[in-house]
């Protein structure tokens, strides 16, 4: 009985058919040179290529114990990751310093997972943020996938915790999931699929998205995707195989479908590509066509009412904001260390990329040069190049509309150019296409080191030296980017105004409690006092994805962070970042009240920071209403303001 391969024709139930054979000459293996070839000569003559996406024939005798290398594997990505977070929990009181303004983010939209299965509220738009309007949640991360069967987490222990579960599981599930789509479906050696999947799972760019983007880390379905995708050939089993990737497709949209558009665009390269390289594989173009076709049909069906809100719902807009469109990878990046790296630091990553969260193509020189020569060794096998291909199109996509090198923006335009207005590719970040070569790097790793050790066990007079070899190579690359731990950084209390219920007294059906400033990209903290409250508290404004909304252009629904500008917003927003306190005219005055009116603000709240006697003094002249020192925070009571 045969099943379907990725890498070579249908594999039959002999081991020697399930990877690559290597021959030698009649003279005897010549030391040298074949060490030379493993490390990145011309490969010898083969009679199959390594096979992929399918079950390995079992072994002759199965070892009773074939489970303790997969259990010593997944400790290990546990290890690794609560190794990365470890300054999270050891802290129960930080958040990740370099990104605490996303952490708030989504902090409360695990708040609103878990209010989603408590209330039944609506999932797709809320509006107990930026009230009155409210916040398309399909449009901005909502990660609704994960935040609401997590919601006895953070019910049970705060939406803070469940951050931390989130971020700290995301890196081990990615990474687990990889190793059992390696080890079951394409490589045979564990150890293969154990340095394949740590690097998918631990890469450069994994680590730093860690910085408070855990919907990004969270690609365990990845490679399910992929692998049911390519089980699509298999026949007979079309509509089964079909079902069983749209049902992954759906999980993931409700996770990032960013992350599924990358991994999309990435496995129609790849498929493409392969189709292109082997004949083989064309005559089963049907049977994959029949499954892809039900996959897109029941997808679609799913998640039809869901993308029709997240592009014409309430508050939906179209395409990032320009600066973020111009977000692209520095092409001196690939070959330097990021600075979550053990070789990396802040001050060599820092103008290499837009923010920590961002070092998307931060690969180090060494791992570059061991990846150039696994291609060139094993360029004539038709998964290496197919994988090379989609590596180098994303990475020529991740540059952005221009070039960047060392910092410098130069004139050469970039391939991402001619795509910066096409509809849906408007809405990613060109830098995280480079998001995409991780996983090609990591599948390259394992194929590599499965070929070294067939060629070790071809030639057992240097198998010693084949392996020092390939262990040295893989040492030197993957070393200078082992992870070290996200700094943190303790976060602001909670003022016991909110966290005691005070607010409540205030603050009627339909209202929301204001803050100085307002809640914005540079002043996230009132999100996680609302995730805190289970989203009790409704709060104007926040820090969201929303329609710009320009009376100057009507047309134009580009999205911006935070809503539209209000000038009591705008006032303080300016106070916050100049320290200066403008002159508070009658007009200013009348524009504070229509402003409360609009947010249906009863009550305004500013607690200890920075600027606050400028602020305190401000909101004083705006309203002509004394404040008062309540449970941390001063409180102006406006409700008079309203009627």
Same mark, same amino acid.
């Given at each position: 009985?045969?099943?379907?391969?990725?890498?070579?024709?249908?594999?039959?139930d002999?081991?020697?058919?399930?990877?690559?054979?290597?021959t030698?000459?009649?003279?005897?293996?010549?030391?040298?040179?074949?060490?030379?070839?493993?490390l990145?000569?011309?490969?010898?003559?083969?009679?199959?290529?390594?096979p992929?996406v399918?079950?390995p024939?079992?072994?002759?005798?199965?070892?009773?114990?074939?489970?303790?290398?997969?259990?010593?594997?997944?400790?290990?990505?546990?290890?690794?990751?609560?190794?990365?977070?470890?300054?999270?929990?050891?802290?129960?009181?930080?958040?990740v310093?370099?990104?605490?303004?996303?952490?708030?983010f989504?902090e409360?939209?695990?708040?609103?997972g878990?209010r989603?299965?408590?209330?039944?509220?609506?999932?797709?738009?809320?509006?107990?943020?930026?009230?009155?309007?409210?916040v398309n949640?399909?449009?901005?991360?909502s990660?609704?996938?994960?935040?609401?069967?997590m919601?006895?987490?953070?019910?049970?222990?705060?939406?803070?915790?469940?951050?931390?579960?989130f971020?700290?599981?995301a890196?081990?599930?990615?990474?687990t999931?990889?190793?059992?789509v390696?080890?079951?479906?394409?490589?045979?050696?564990?150890?293969?699929?154990?340095?394949? =999947?740590? /690097?998918?799972? *631990? !890469?450069?760019?994994?680590?730093?998205? %860690?910085? #408070?983007?855990?919907?990004i880390? &969270? +690609?365990?379905?990845?490679?399910v995707?992929?692998?049911?995708?390519?089980?699509?050939?298999?026949?007979?089993?079309?509509?089964?195989?079909?079902?069983?990737?749209?049902?992954?497709?759906?999980?993931?949209?409700?996770?990032?479908?960013?992350?599924?558009?990358l991994?999309?665009?990435?496995?129609?390269?790849?498929?493409?590509?392969?189709?292109?390289?082997?004949?083989?594989?064309?005559?089963?173009?049907?049977?994959?066509?029949?499954?892809?076709?039900?996959a897109?049909?029941?997808?679609?069906?799913?998640?039809?009412?869901?993308?029709?809100?997240?592009?014409?719902?309430p508050?939906?807009?179209?395409?990032?904001?320009?600066?973020?469109?111009?977000?692209g990878a520095?092409? =001196?990046? /690939?070959?330097? *260390? !990021?600075?979550?790296?053990?070789?990396? %630091?802040? #001050?060599?990553?820092a103008g290499? &990329? +837009?923010?920590?969260?961002?070092?998307?193509?931060f690969?180090?020189?060494?791992?570059?040069?061991?990846?150039?020569?696994?291609?060139l060794?094993?360029?004539?096998?038709?998964?290496v190049?197919?994988?090379?291909?989609?590596?180098?199109v994303?990475?020529?996509l991740?540059?952005?509309?221009?070039?960047?090198?060392?910092?410098?923006r130069?004139?050469?335009?970039?391939?991402?150019?001619?795509?910066?207005?096409?509809?849906v590719?408007?809405?990613?970040?060109?830098?995280?296409w480079?998001?995409?070569?991780?996983?090609?790097?990591?599948?390259?790793?394992?194929?590599?080191?499965?070929?070294s050790r067939?060629?070790?066990q071809?030639?057992?007079?240097?198998?010693?030296?084949i392996?020092f070899?390939?262990?040295a190579?893989?040492?030197?690359?993957?070393?200078?980017? #082992?992870?070290?731990?996200?700094?943190s950084?303790?976060?602001?209390?909670?003022?016991?105004?909110?966290?005691?219920?005070?607010?409540?007294?205030?603050v009627?059906?339909?209202?929301?409690?204001?803050?100085?400033?307002l809640?914005?990209?540079?002043y996230?903290?009132p999100?996680?006092?609302?995730?805190?409250?289970?989203?009790?508290?409704?709060?104007?404004?926040?820090?969201f994805?929303?329609?710009?909304?320009?009376?100057?252009?009507?047309?134009?629904?580009?999205?911006?962070f935070?809503?539209?500008?209000?000038?009591?917003?705008?006032?303080?927003?300016?106070i916050?970042?100049?320290?200066?306190?403008?002159?508070?005219?009658?007009?200013?005055?009348?524009?504070?009240?229509?402003?409360?009116?609009?947010?249906?603000?009863?009550?305004?709240?500013?607690?200890?920071?920075?600027r606050?006697?400028?602020?305190?003094r401000?909101?004083?002249?705006?309203?002509?209403?004394?404040?008062?020192?309540?449970?941390?925070?001063?409180?102006?009571?406006?409700?008079?303001?309203?009627?």
């Amino acid at each position: 009985m045969t099943t379907p391969n990725l890498g070579g024709p249908p594999a039959t139930d002999t081991q020697d058919q399930a990877l690559e054979t290597v021959t030698t000459s009649g003279d005897g293996p010549k030391p040298l040179k074949i060490i030379i070839k493993a490390l990145g000569g011309r490969p010898q003559q083969t009679r199959r290529e390594l096979p992929s996406v399918t079950e390995p024939p079992p072994d002759p005798e199965p070892h009773p114990r074939r489970w303790l290398p997969d259990l010593a594997a997944v400790a290990s990505f546990v290890l690794l990751s609560f190794w990365v977070t470890a300054r999270l929990w050891r802290h129960p009181r930080h958040g990740v310093a370099d990104n605490p303004m996303d952490q708030a983010f989504f902090e409360w939209m695990l708040a609103h997972g878990a209010r989603v299965v408590t209330a039944f509220t609506y999932p797709f738009v809320s509006t107990q943020m930026n009230v009155p309007d409210g916040v398309n949640m399909m449009a901005n991360t909502s990660v609704l996938g994960i935040s609401i069967p997590m919601s006895p987490i953070t019910l049970a222990f705060g939406p803070h915790v469940a951050f931390n579960v989130f971020l700290t599981g995301a890196l081990i599930a990615t990474a687990t999931s990889w190793y059992f789509v390696l080890s079951r479906f394409i490589v045979r050696s564990r150890a293969a699929a154990w340095i394949g =999947a740590l /690097f998918c799972g *631990f !890469a450069p760019s994994m680590v730093s998205h %860690s910085n #408070a983007h855990p919907n990004i880390v &969270a +690609q365990f379905l990845v490679p399910v995707i992929i692998w049911r995708t390519l089980r699509l050939r298999e026949p007979g089993r079309w509509l089964r195989n079909g079902l069983l990737l749209a049902l992954a497709i759906v999980w993931q949209a409700f996770i990032n479908l960013e992350i599924l558009l990358l991994t999309a665009v990435g496995l129609g390269l790849f498929v493409g590509m392969l189709a292109l390289l082997r004949r083989d594989l064309r005559r089963d173009a049907r049977t994959f066509a029949a499954g892809l076709a039900v996959a897109a049909v029941v997808a679609g069906a799913l998640l039809a009412y869901p993308i029709y809100v997240q592009f014409f719902g309430p508050q939906a807009y179209h395409g990032l904001p320009p600066d973020i469109r111009r977000y692209g990878a520095d092409a =001196a990046s /690939f070959v330097a *260390f !990021a600075r979550e790296s053990l070789a990396g %630091s802040p #001050a060599t990553a820092a103008g290499l &990329a +837009q923010n920590p969260t961002e070092e998307n193509a931060f690969f180090g020189w060494p791992l570059i040069i061991l990846v150039g020569a696994i291609v060139l060794w094993l360029r004539r096998t038709p998964t290496v190049l197919a994988l090379a291909v989609v590596g180098a199109v994303f990475a020529a996509l991740s540059l952005g509309p221009y070039v960047r090198f060392a910092g410098h923006r130069t004139d050469i335009p970039s391939v991402w150019r001619l795509m910066t207005n096409v509809p849906v590719l408007n809405s990613v970040v060109p830098t995280r296409w480079a998001l995409a070569i991780a996983p090609v790097v990591g599948l390259l790793l394992a194929i590599a080191w499965e070929h070294s050790r067939t060629l070790a066990q071809r030639n057992p007079n240097v198998s010693g030296q084949i392996r020092f070899a390939t262990g040295a190579g893989l040492a030197m690359a993957l070393v200078p980017i #082992a992870p070290t731990p996200l700094p943190s950084v303790k976060l602001p209390e909670t003022p016991q105004f909110i966290a005691a219920g005070t607010w409540r007294e205030y603050v009627g059906a339909g209202q929301s409690v204001a803050t100085l400033p307002l809640p914005s990209l540079a002043y996230s903290d009132p999100l996680r006092w609302s995730a805190q409250t289970r989203l009790e508290m409704p709060i104007p404004r926040g820090y969201f994805l929303g329609p710009r909304n320009d009376p100057k252009r009507p047309k134009d629904r580009t999205a911006i962070f935070t809503a539209p500008a209000r000038p009591t917003a705008s006032l303080f927003a300016s106070i916050q970042r100049t320290g200066r306190l403008p002159t508070i005219t009658p007009r200013l005055r009348d524009q504070a009240r229509e402003d409360l009116r609009y947010w249906r603000s009863p009550v305004v709240i500013l607690a200890p920071q920075k600027r606050e006697a400028l602020h305190l003094r401000a909101m004083t002249e705006l309203v002509g209403v004394a404040p008062r020192w309540i449970g941390g925070v001063w409180v102006w009571d406006v409700r008079p303001l309203l009627r």
